[in-house]
């Protein structure tokens, strides 16, 4: 019994692993009895496909980094934003002390 169940699971894996293997490029294979130019058409829609799905990564990648680069000019600003209010803060400050002084003197 055991002997059957192991011939029949490596008979399985014998089996999804020929129908993965002979699924690949399909549509290209199976073009024996196509005319030329339905052919060529195929063969220039599958190069048109490689070359917009290489944009599609190289989009994807330049995406990525503006991605980062967003990030860190929103830390930045945000940096900026907090020393500014500082030294608005600061100035503030100083305009109330002259403003003390001159009023003492007046």
């Not at 073009?31 to 048109?48: F, H, T």
């Amino acid at each position: 019994m055991k002997l059957f169940v192991i011939l029949l699971n490596c008979s399985l894996i014998t089996l999804i692993l020929y129908n993965l293997l002979s699924k690949t490029d399909s549509i290209i294979e199976n073009l024996e009895g196509c005319p030329a130019d339905k052919k060529n058409a195929i063969y220039r829609q599958k190069a048109l496909l490689d070359r917009l799905f290489s944009e599609l990564q190289t989009l994807k990648t330049e995406v990525d980094n503006m991605d980062t680069n967003v990030k860190s000019n929103k830390r930045k600003i945000k940096s900026n934003s907090q020393n500014t209010k500082a030294v608005s803060s600061d100035i503030d400050d100083e305009k109330n002390k002259k403003m003390d002084e001159l009023n003492d003197i007046s």
